[in-house]
């Protein structure tokens, strides 16, 4: 149980396009979703936290009118990476949390997708 | 402010026993994470402590005491697929995680 999907696995596209992530919880009804990105060697770095039905929450120096969230269902979160640039290259992974997870907090992570921008 | 620390690289042999430390200041706590990540993976829970103490699961252990602010995960009879980072991630108050850098763990034959 407790698993959480990632749409697309990875992605290559245009300087300039948008891009748009999916994450799904497949057998949870997941409350509060977390987006991270991750450069080569470096650890995660979280972006945004959402709850389901509210804006999300957007770490500091993360451009919210960049990369747009929407946590529209209790099972799907949405990730737009708007007029991607070279340096938007990385790691995406998203986690989820919600009735899954008990006691613990515990968050379950995708597999992440990896967005190379030519 | 927050702050997690672990070190960044180890070297272990294969079928000996490895100790990686995590040190944590946090707003608050409840409790501390320890997920195995692999290159080019998400990572995957490990472990959950929020009492003192030592708690074992097969060959990997975590121990945490809450007055030190410290932990540690505990690897036995290491193999070559152990050959990972370990994330150390504390939770404050408002039940968000606060990550360490990762350490590097290699393995050696």
């Known amino acids: 149980g407790a698993v959480v999907s990632q749409h697309p696995s990875w992605v290559i596209c245009k300087s300039g396009t948008s891009v748009k992530i999916e994450c799904r919880s497949l057998?949870?009804?997941?409350?509060?979703m977390f987006w991270y990105r991750q450069f080569p060697k470096q650890s995660l770095m979280l972006m945004a936290t959402s709850n389901e039905g509210s804006k999300a929450t957007y770490e500091q120096g993360v451009e919210k009118d960049k990369f747009l969230i929407n946590h529209a269902s209790l099972t799907l979160s949405t990730l737009t990476v708007t007029s991607a640039h070279p340096e938007d290259s990385s790691f995406y992974i998203c986690s989820a949390r919600g009735t899954a997870s008990g006691d613990s907090y515990e968050q379950y992570f995708g597999p992440g997708t990896r967005l190379t921008v030519t | 402010g927050q702050n997690i620390d672990q070190p960044t690289e180890m070297t272990a042999t294969e079928g000996a026993i490895v100790q990686i430390n995590c040190t944590y200041q946090t707003s608050g706590f409840n409790g501390l994470f320890w997920y195995q990540q692999h290159a080019g993976e998400a990572p995957t829970f490990l472990s959950y402590?929020?009492l003192d103490g030592l708690e074992e699961k097969g060959r990997f252990s975590s121990f945490l005491s809450r007055s030190k602010g410290y932990s540690y995960l505990l690897l036995k009879e290491l193999q070559m697929k152990d050959s990972a980072s370990y994330l150390c991630a504390a939770m404050d108050s408002n039940y968000q995680l606060i990550w360490g850098a990762g350490t590097k763990l290699i393995i050696k034959p």
């Open positions: 057998d949870f009804q997941a409350t509060t």
């Open positions: 402590n929020v």
